[in-house]
């Protein structure tokens, strides 16, 4: 059985389409959106494994960043240790997967490596 740990960040709503992301691909277990103040909360609670005290998300990597910005094209979309990871995008269509974004064949921002 999976146990979990509760983190907070203060919310942004591209923070927001991260975490829903997060969560349908499974590396969270739940989260809450808390709107108290001008920006709001969001609660996580992180996914583990109490045996191997691993958490579901083992790096979190920021790629874009304000004084540095990286695209890419839906032909180069990075893999993920060998797509056992996830890539996030932010494309004219929302923020999705590396995977869902191929599909769609839309490149974007690659906001962060996932795995």
Do not use: W
């Amino acid at each position: 059985m999976a146990h979990h740990r509760v983190v907070e960040v203060p919310a942004s709503n591209l923070k927001k389409e991260i975490t829903k992301i997060l969560f349908e691909k499974g590396y969270i277990l739940n989260y809450k959106f808390i709107e108290d103040g001008p920006q709001g909360t969001i609660k996580v609670a992180l996914k583990y494994d109490p045996a191997t005290r691993q958490n579901a998300i083992r790096v979190l990597k920021r790629v874009s960043k304000p004084g540095l910005r990286k695209y890419t094209g839906y032909k180069d979309m990075p893999r993920v240790i060998n797509g056992l990871g996830i890539a996030i995008i932010s494309t004219s269509q929302g923020v999705m997967t590396d995977k869902e974004a191929s599909q769609l064949k839309i490149g974007g921002e690659v906001l962060c490596y996932v795995y």
